[in-house]
């Protein structure tokens, strides 16, 4: 099966702090993504990797940067959080050359 | 028109009954197509691939229409556990480029 973690389920953090969010797979994926959901919104994709140290924008990008230094690690980081970011980070791989996605369980941020 | 447009519903449903769910998408580029399910304050889980033929697994039937550009979903015999929403996924243009999710369809079985 495959497995998907995320670092954290839970996460409150101040405006204004740097904020790591980390995601691992252990299924070999070449391909990771960052997505936020927010209700009314869905599912909205940040960064996406498809390679170690490549990295491409999503649709909201904005505020946000991501790390890929191995291949089974991809990182999501906020320079500097502000409330707006408040949300709920959803971290997915794929690989094997199919679209299918899957997803870690989620870590749930609240920005103060 | 939206990327990939559902009805959020909610969709009460009485346990035992059929319902079937739509979902239109823009991009008629699009290759793979597939329903996941997520459960609230999980995350989303595929459900199934959509093929051109359409397939069925147990009592869920997917099919996809690409001259009309549209996906559906079919469940039987409807279970309290399929209470959950149902987002329906498409891909953007190939391979690493990612998906494009629906907002989801809510659905409710009810005792």
């Known amino acids: 099966d495959v497995k998907v973690t995320q670092s954290s389920r839970y996460l409150v953090k101040r405006t204004g702090e740097k904020v790591f969010l980390e995601c691992v797979q252990d299924?070999?994926?070449?391909?990771m993504f960052w997505y936020r959901q927010d209700p009314g919104l869905g599912l909205r994709l940040i960064y996406f990797?498809?390679?170690?140290?490549?990295?491409e924008k999503g649709d909201i990008p904005e505020g946000y940067s991501v790390s890929r230094e191995k291949k089974e690690r991809f990182s999501l980081i906020l320079e500097s959080a502000s409330t707006n970011q408040t949300s709920m980070y959803l971290c997915?791989?794929?690989?094997?050359?199919?679209?299918?996605?899957?997803f870690g369980p989620g870590t749930r941020l609240t920005v103060l | 028109r939206k990327e990939v447009e559902q009805d959020p519903g909610p969709f009460n449903v009485p346990e035992g009954a059929t319902v079937a769910f739509n979902c239109t998408y823009s991009?008629?580029?699009?290759?793979?197509f597939f329903w996941y399910r997520q459960d609230c304050r999980k995350e989303p889980k595929l459900l199934m691939s959509?093929?051109?033929s359409g397939n069925e697994d147990g009592r869920f039937t997917a099919q996809l229409n690409r001259a009309s550009q549209y996906i559906s979903l079919l469940i039987r015999d409807s279970k309290l556990s399929d209470s959950a929403t149902y987002l329906c996924?498409?891909?953007?243009?190939?391979?690493?480029?990612?998906?494009?999710f629906g907002k989801g369809t809510h659905l409710i079985i009810q005792p």
């Open positions: 991009n008629s580029a699009s290759q793979s």
């Open positions: 959509v093929y051109s």
């Open positions: 299924m070999d994926h070449e391909n």
């Open positions: 997915a791989s794929s690989g094997g050359g199919t679209d299918t996605q899957y």
């Open positions: 990797s498809y390679d170690v140290k490549m990295k």
């Open positions: 996924v498409v891909n953007k243009r190939g391979g690493a480029d990612g998906l494009t």
